[in-house]
């Protein structure tokens, strides 16, 4: 199972905008070439797909594409390789965001 964190600013008293809007996100995730927006993220397995309604910031890395999710003024992401790990500290830093685990 992958650790998930969470980029908030839910535990910063002094900041009026605890909140990570869509609306902050779109501009900023549409800046980085590296990112594209997608209101729908699809696991596909052997077998199977599920498909998750969401507002998904998609990052590709390689081949492959790891989805930064956008739920309740928070984004998750699940550390499922460490090339994630200085992506979400500088996402975190660039939005005036704190890490937590969870």
């Given at each position: ?61 390689g081949n ?37 685990e969870g």
């Amino acid at each position: 199972m992958n650790q998930r964190f969470r980029i908030t600013r839910s535990m910063q008293e002094n900041n009026a905008e605890q909140s990570i809007s869509l609306e902050e996100c779109k501009p900023y995730f549409a800046s980085k070439s590296d990112f594209t927006y997608s209101q729908v993220f699809t696991v596909k397995g052997p077998d199977s797909s599920m498909s998750i309604e969401g507002d998904f910031f998609m990052w590709k890395h390689g081949n492959v594409e790891i989805p930064f999710r956008l739920y309740m003024g928070d984004l998750y992401v699940a550390i499922s390789n460490e090339a994630i790990v200085p992506k979400m500290i500088e996402i975190a830093t660039d939005l005036r965001a704190d890490v937590v685990e969870g």
